[in-house]
Structure formats: C-alpha cells, structure tokens
C-alpha cells in the first residue's frame, strides 16, 4: 500500500507556471505507474497526465499537452507535474494517482488507479 501526498498548489495568474509535488511512502515507489488527475467544480475528474515506473514513457491529456510536464524521481519517492501557461480553465483540483497494476496499455481512468492522494487547489485567474 501507498500513501500519497499533494503540496504545490496556489493561486496563479493566466500565463504563469507552477509545480505540484507527490510523495509517496513505503520503499515500492519504483513499481507504481503514477498519475496526475484533476477535478473542477461540478465536474469529473478528468485524466492529466500519466509516467511509467521507470519515467522512460510519460502520456498527456490532448488539453495539456506542450504546457505540462509530468516527472518522477524514484529515489525520492516523489512525482511532478510541471504546468506552464495555465490558463483560467485549468483551475481545479489535482490529485497524483498510483496503481501497482500497470496494463500495457496506460490507464486514463479514474479507476485505473488504486491509490489517490487528496489533492491540491490549483485556482488560475484570468
């Protein structure tokens, strides 16, 4: 079992950049797929961004693709989800994912994914 923590979030102009973090417990990091999640007001959480155990394959929503880049470093038990040139429609709230179970083919729903933190805010103003 994984325990997954969120921080990064914040307010942020249109335009601007900023960097969630999620760390993870227990010494099997290397051997979870992670992902990245997020969930408007009233809306459903929607698939962001995904890496394999070794970070050699990284997978992106169409919405987000060339503005965010999702990382891991093992040794730090930890995931990154770099987001450049947020805009207003980005706001929510993002949720780092795990699943010992990695398919050949990534998962891009929500219930792909066995362990969830619980999440950061990230409002974008315009």
């Known amino acids: 079992q994984v325990q997954l923590v969120e921080s990064g979030g914040g307010l942020v102009q249109a335009g601007g950049s900023l960097r969630l973090s999620c760390a993870a417990s227990?010494?099997?990091?290397?051997?979870?797929?992670m992902a990245w999640f997020r969930q408007a007001s009233g809306q459903e959480r929607e698939f962001v961004a995904a890496?394999?155990?070794?970070?050699?394959?990284?997978y992106y929503a169409d919405s987000v693709k060339g503005r965010f880049t999702v990382s891991r470093d093992n040794a730090k038990n930890t995931v990154y989800l770099e987001m450049n040139s947020l805009k207003p429609e980005d706001t929510a709230v993002y949720h780092c994912?795990?699943?010992?179970?990695?398919?050949?083919?990534?998962?891009?729903?929500?219930?792909?994914?066995?362990?969830w933190g619980q999440g950061t805010q990230v409002p974008v103003s315009s």
């Open positions: 994912a795990a699943t010992p179970f990695p398919n050949s083919v990534v998962g891009r729903a929500p219930s792909s994914y066995q362990y």
């Open positions: 890496i394999t155990r070794s970070g050699s394959g990284t």
């Open positions: 227990g010494r099997t990091f290397s051997s979870y797929r």
